[in-house]
């Protein structure tokens, strides 16, 4: 239960009047942007260039310093295609929720939602029953078994989605010469991406059509299709 001070205290800072604040462990305020690389160029633009700058004028008054964590700036590639990327994103997520003094998420939300990343690891036990189920749909399984490699140091057993960069050289090549290679190598991801993708959810929808008896592997559904 609140006293009156504290909601008094509660309602000045939601006005944006700054006083009466208790000590800070942390004066960050670090807020993580989430957008799809496609929408709100402009809008991030002027986050960056216009918002940022006054926003840290005016926290610096207060002692705090303002970060914003932006996963689309400055970067070749988008985490939503990328396990490896999307994985730091959500370390910096935590660890944005995890000091910041205030805000700590931003989402600019238009009218695409973008891809859902595909899964990093697959259980040895589910991926049989996926294996299986895309063959009685016809599909390819050359594929899957050449980007979902069995690892074995884990327990239980899981097949480990290889990393782009192990297998496609320059497809996060920052040498500006390297540009017609690098998008190559993207574009080659990007087809890739969208086939595992279709395999996976084409597994998962022979399997469903099953019945309640059959296994639950809505943990992979990738949003595909």
Known sequence: MLTDHEEDV??????????DLPSQSSGAVKIFICCT???????????????????????SQ??????????????YVDPSYDRS?????????????????????LC?????????PLPAYIKAEDFDII??????????MCLLNSWYIKDD?????V??????????????????????????????????????QEILQTSLEVASAEGPQSKDLSEYYTGGK
């Open 62 to 75: 207060h002692g705090l310093d303002v970060e914003l964590v932006d996963p689309l700036h400055g970067t």
């Open 10 to 19: 509660i309602t000045k800072t939601l006005e944006g009047q700054l006083v």
């Open 159 to 196: 097949y480990r989605l290889k990393d782009p960069r192990e297998k496609l050289k320059y497809y996060d090549c920052r040498n500006p010469e390297m540009q017609g290679l690098r998008e190559r190598d993207q574009l080659d991801w990007l087809e890739t991406f969208k086939e595992l």
């Open 131 to 140: 294996s299986a189920k895309a063959c009685e749909a016809g599909k390819d």
């Open 37 to 59: 690389q496609s929408d709100f160029q402009l809008e991030r633009c002027i986050l960056w260039e216009i918002v940022l700058p006054e926003l840290q004028q005016y926290c």
């Open 108 to 116: 600019l939300t238009g009218n695409k939602y973008g891809p859902t």
């Open 85 to 105: 990327l999307f994985d730091l994103c959500m370390l910096e997520l935590e660890d944005c929720h995890r000091i910041s003094q205030g805000p700590f998420f």
């Open 153 to 157: 140091v884990l327990r239980p057993t």
